[in-house]
């Protein structure tokens, strides 16, 4: 694991995998303003100048470890691709977090840890009113636990969508099952994990109760200290889901005055999918790949001088070549629109050349 003191761009940077669900497409409306996201983790690191001021209050449920601040990594990992607003840009930026230490700085924790802080984050209320909206569970293990069962269900019956990491002890195979909890109980949001290319990362779980899968391989987000670091796991594919889905309950809440339903986001989760395994619901990829775009799930790679260029898994090619131009890369505006999935026109001078002319572009 390599540790980074500074991110790929001088520039405010979503990483592959907020671009790859097309996140951006929702900022013009919501960056998930008014939405609370309680992170059951190692704690989240709130000094982080890509976190500061996102995160509105937390507690710990680690024995010998008082406060929430992460001595791990891997909740502000997660808080990040929630809701990063500096360097980088997390899903939904300006969505509120809380800090909710459930596991101790090797990781570890215990179910009753986990459903205290489930418990103290379905009864948390803010000073004006706000409750949580959804829960983040990048965690996970082998045994059922009945005392957890049933405050996830008290919590999905307080209007709260719980969103579990799948688990990563998968084979690949959809015919070999490997359940991991909480996320295999039917009220949770179960999370796999697809690479950056929309392949199945090869250790994501596979079972009849996978929901969904967002990228999960080699994710780029905070890390305590002012740092940053890619990590793997379905761990990783599970706040890409949170994100979208605070998202979704700020652009609900602003058009009807209240929050939308677990039930509803499941649903509008399924419906949103891009389909990538057998058609319809398989075990390795549930429903398929959350987008807000519906024919996004696109990771395309050009190389100036080629026509050819790589999408997802598969080759294509263009008409005419990517060429470079005062040190950036150029390429066809009609090709690149045809290959983003919109319309585009160009309508020549009057005079019929093509020294001049318009572009329009429908998206």
Request: glycine share 12%; hydrophobic share 35%.
């Amino acid at each position: 694991m390599e540790v980074f003191n500074q991110t790929l761009s001088s520039q405010p940077w979503p990483p592959p995998g907020v671009s790859l669900i097309a996140a951006r497409r929702m900022w013009p409306t919501t960056q998930g303003k008014g939405v609370v996201v309680a992170v059951l983790d190692t704690g989240i690191d709130d000094q982080h100048p890509d976190l500061q001021g996102n995160v509105i209050g937390g507690r710990s449920f680690v024995p010998g470890e008082a406060d929430y601040r992460d001595g791990n990594g891997h909740g502000t990992h997660v808080a990040g691709t929630i809701a990063a607003h500096g360097k980088i840009l997390g899903v939904a930026p300006q969505a509120s977090l809380l800090a909710v230490k459930v596991l101790n700085h090797y990781g570890a924790g215990s179910y009753v840890s986990i459903r205290q802080g489930l418990a103290w984050a379905r009864n948390w209320e803010g000073k004006n009113g706000e409750r949580v909206n959804i829960v983040n569970l990048s965690l996970g293990g082998p045994l059922p636990n009945s005392s957890l069962h049933e405050e996830i269900k008290k919590a999905v019956a307080a209007g709260i969508t719980v969103v579990c990491a799948a688990g990563n002890s998968g084979d690949g195979k959809p015919g070999t099952p490997e359940i991991s909890y909480p996320a295999y109980y039917q009220e949770t949001v179960a999370v796999g994990a697809a690479n950056l290319k929309t392949g199945i990362a090869n250790f994501s779980n596979s079972n009849e109760r996978i929901d969904i899968v967002a990228p999960g391989v080699n994710t780029y987000s905070t890390y305590p200290d002012g740092r940053y670091v890619e990590l793997s796991g379905t761990s990783m594919a599970t706040p890409h889901i949170s994100g979208a889905l605070a998202l979704i309950c700020s652009r609900y809440h602003m058009r009807f005055r209240d929050y939308p339903s677990p039930a509803y986001l499941n649903d509008l989760l399924h419906y949103m999918a891009i389909d990538l395994g057998q058609i319809g619901f398989d075990k390795l990829f549930g429903y398929g790949l959350f987008s807000f775009n519906l024919d996004g799930g696109k990771s395309i790679v050009l190389t100036a001088g080629k026509n050819q260029y790589q999408i997802n898994d598969r080759s294509a090619s263009f008409q005419m070549a990517p060429f470079i131009y005062e040190k950036e890369c150029c390429a066809s505006i009609l090709e690149i629109s045809e290959l983003l999935g919109c319309d585009a026109a160009f309508l020549p001078s009057d005079g019929g050349g093509n020294e001049s002319g318009q572009v329009q572009i429908w998206d």
